[in-house]
């Protein structure tokens, strides 16, 4: 199996972010989230720069997480590990005996350990077996879903979660050739992609097999209906002066991130009022303007921090909601 690369995006920045939250001299101990625990590159950073931050690192790839334990083995008293999906952070949280958390993190999409292994087969440039499993112990593969999946529901997945223009017509040569030969690999959906795409919009767009694989991708592991769940969770579970730290890497992620963070961030009174009677201050506050980027520095040294987008809040009234 082939190893995999990990180099952390927005590294500092999110210290940055997240430390004023896992910091409190007031408090002995502090709780870090990392939802999406991948390699581990950020959480490492933040246990050596909080010292009294104690992480609960949250995956749902198994050996994500074995590999993510051996990096951190420095920090075992400081760490626990869950095998969830990281809309469930509220009930991993009381599993642990937590009744809040001081910072989470979101590092959404494909991780290091997942994209660099050839063998789960999330890279289009290489011919892997079609699995794209977060979690690959169950669940539907994305070869089940090509070769189950009525025209009309890949239209729709690819549409969707892909924003493919030419959806439909890659819809139809799936069920077309699938009827030949079931798809098992990478390779002969990348040929397909390529022959049902026109030549025109193969010369822009990047990789004419992009779109697809990040449709299939998003339906074989539900992510934006877990994220859906999921922020809105992670924000009711962060105690007052706790943060939540998000980094999507694709628009419809980012979308998703930035109406959850608007709802909370917003009052509920008329907008030309002197004043918010106390009481009626938004729960949550913005520590970011819009969606930061990496620097082209950073692009030119990592070149998956081309896509990021990050966007950061802070609880400033206590939570409504019973995971706080």
Do not use: W
Request: overall charge negative; hydrophobic content about 40%.
């Amino acid at each position: 199996m082939t190893s995999p690369r990990h180099v952390p995006v927005l590294l500092d920045r999110v210290v940055a972010l997240l430390a004023p939250a896992l910091q409190r001299p007031d408090r002995d101990r502090t709780v870090f989230v990392d939802a999406t625990l991948g390699l581990g590159g950020h959480s490492l950073a933040v246990l050596e720069a909080c010292p009294q931050a104690h992480l609960v690192g949250v995956d749902r790839d198994p050996h994500a997480l074995e590999e993510a334990g051996r990096r951190l083995e420095r920090f075992a008293g400081r760490t626990t590990f869950a095998h969830a999906v990281y809309d469930g952070i509220p009930e991993v949280l009381t599993s642990l005996g937590h009744d809040h958390a001081d910072a989470i993190l979101f590092d959404l999409g494909v991780s290091s350990m997942q994209l660099d292994v050839r063998e789960r087969g999330f890279a289009y440039a290489e011919d892997a077996p079609l699995d794209m499993r977060m979690d690959d112990t169950a669940g539907l593969t994305a070869a089940d879903v090509l070769n189950t999946y009525t025209a009309e529901q890949l239209t729709r997945i690819l549409r969707n979660y892909g924003e493919e223009r030419f959806a439909r017509r890659i819809a139809e040569a799936v069920v077309r050739e699938r009827a030949r030969e079931p798809f098992t690999r990478s390779a002969r959906l990348v040929e397909l992609l390529r022959e049902s795409i026109p030549a025109p919009a193969r010369r822009t767009g990047g990789h004419p097999a992009k779109r697809t694989f990040q449709a299939l991708r998003i339906e074989v592991n539900d992510e934006l209906g877990v994220l859906e769940r999921a922020i809105p969770a992670a924000m009711s579970a962060v105690d007052v002066g706790g943060r939540v730290v998000v980094m999507a890497y694709q628009s419809l992620e980012d979308r998703l991130v930035k109406h959850a963070f608007t709802e909370q961030t917003r009052s509920d009174l008329p907008p030309d009022l002197p004043f918010v009677p106390e009481g009626h201050e938004p729960p949550m506050r913005l520590l970011t303007r819009g969606a930061e980027k990496a620097s082209e520095a950073e692009i030119a040294d990592n070149p998956r921090a081309a896509s990021v987008r990050l966007r950061a809040v802070e609880r400033v009234r206590p939570s409504t909601g019973a995971a706080a």
